[in-house]
T-cell receptor
């Protein structure tokens, strides 16, 4: 399967613990996005990478959140000192930049559902 | 400010009915992209269509059609002869060529047999 994959699919943690999620995009895609989705809402943008460079971060992303894409392939999203309000589905998506200043469709992974107790 | 409004929270239809999902967007940019995505009960968002701001042609793909009107800032989606498998949450999204895609809150469509 050559789609976007995310691990783990589910994570239950206690408040105050750190968690890390992984996203493997479609291999030739140079753009990678992280979103958060809560029940009954659309995905909310968190951050964006073009290759290994993190080019945009949402104001939603507090200092407890950090994302990396070290070699321009897979990405990790870490949440430190989790809070109950962090409970959500965390979605990863990738796309291919072919022409500058254009936007192609994004391919989404199945998400990681985080529950903070 | 950029915004996407999907005023219909839930729509329920009977199979074979036509249904239109509304999307209204706000942006001051002259170049932008609009998208529709489908999120079935299994959860994974699936791309349906992309439109750029310079292409106002309507599009038809099988039972799906899209009506883009810049004059009213709308990008509506119609499903003809709906089927149970069309039941899902549908999201309209806006991208102004930067890195941030703005999604609407979604419209949940129920198609009853």
């Amino acid at each position: 399967d050559t789609g976007v994959s995310q691990n783990p699919r589910h994570k239950i943690t206690k408040r105050g613990q750190n968690v890390t999620f992984r996203c493997d995009p479609i291999s030739e895609h140079n753009r990678l996005y992280w979103y958060r989705q809560t029940l009954g809402q659309g995905p909310e943008f968190l951050t964006y990478f073009q290759n290994e460079a993190q080019l945009e971060k949402s104001r939603l992303l507090s200092d407890r959140f950090s994302a990396e894409r070290p070699k321009g392939s897979f990405s990790t999203l870490e949440i430190q000192r989790t809070e109950q309000g962090d409970s959500a589905m965390y979605l990863c998506a990738s796309s291919l930049l072919e022409v500058a200043d254009t936007q192609n469709e994004q391919f989404f992974g199945p998400g990681t559902r985080l529950t903070v107790l | 400010a950029q915004k996407v409004t999907q005023a219909q929270t839930e729509i329920s239809v009977v199979e074979k009915e036509d249904v239109t999902l509304d999307c209204v967007y706000e942006t001051r940019d002259t170049t932008y992209y609009l998208f529709w995505y489908k999120q079935p009960p299994s959860g994974e968002l699936v791309f349906l269509i992309r439109r750029n701001s310079f292409d106002e042609q309507n599009e038809i793909s099988g039972r799906y059609s899209w009506n883009f009107q810049k004059s009213t800032s709308s990008f509506n989606f119609t499903i003809t002869a709906s089927q149970v498998v069309d039941s899902a949450v549908y999201f309209c999204a806006l991208d102004t060529g930067g890195f941030k895609t703005i999604f609407g809150a979604g419209t949940r469509l129920f198609v009853k047999a």
